[in-house]
């Protein structure tokens, strides 16, 4: 309760990006999730097989970081979208070279989870470092995965949907990788760093 009170408090007043819209992205996700896990029962009887069954639907520890993710994803949002950021050479702009206020709402959520304060919860929720490791790339990633405008993102999250759907067949799919497009270069695994600030 205090770290959802604390995140909420830490959400800015901008016209759509804040506390609200996080609110209605994560019982949309949840429900989301829910539907997943619902069609996993289906499929062991025969029903909706176009969903099937997956590995994701039985990973309760993903559908947690996903819907932590949707909870922070706009945290400390200015409510101006990354390229007026960048034309404005918000300090942002110097943190950052890419999915500027995303990844600040990622760190921002990440540094409160480390904090002292929240210990315990952090220990509840990721026991080992190998654990927070992956809780911390699955929220990078998925919040990443928000910054709809920029074109070398969506096209990463399509292909990591297509490479999702083309091996849940066989339960290959791991989702707290980063698929990589043709045209990443080195500040990207530099910047991706923030996504293993626990080890």
């Known amino acids: 309760h205090s770290y959802v009170k604390n995140i909420s408090s830490m959400y800015n007043n901008p016209h759509f990006h804040g506390i609200e819209h996080a609110s209605h992205v994560t019982i949309s996700m949840h429900k989301l999730i829910d539907s997943l896990v619902e069609s996993g029962r289906g499929s062991s009887s025969g029903r909706n097989e176009a969903i099937g ?11 947690f970081a996903l819907v932590f993710a949707c ?26 070279s890419w999915s500027e206020a995303e ?18 919860l952090l220990g509840a929720i990721c026991p080992s470092t190998n654990d927070r490791i992956a809780f911390g790339k699955k929220v990078f990633w998925a919040i990443l995965c ?17 490479e999702f759907c083309s091996s849940k067949s066989d339960g290959s799919s791991d989702l707290s990788s980063e698929p990589r497009s043709s045209n990443q270069d080195s500040t990207t695994e530099q910047k991706s760093s923030t996504a293993d600030s626990w080890d």
């Open 53 to 63: 069954d997956s590995e994701l639907t039985h990973d309760s520890f993903a559908h």
């Open 71 to 96: 909870f922070v994803h706009d945290v400390g949002h200015t409510g101006n979208c990354n390229k007026i950021l960048i034309d404005t050479n918000h300090n942002l702009t110097t943190k950052y």
């Open 103 to 120: 990844q600040n709402s990622a760190h921002v959520a990440i540094e409160l989870l480390s904090g002292r304060k929240y210990k315990n």
């Open 146 to 162: 928000t910054d709809i405008a920029s074109t070398e993102r969506l096209n990463c999250c399509v292909a990591r949907f297509k």
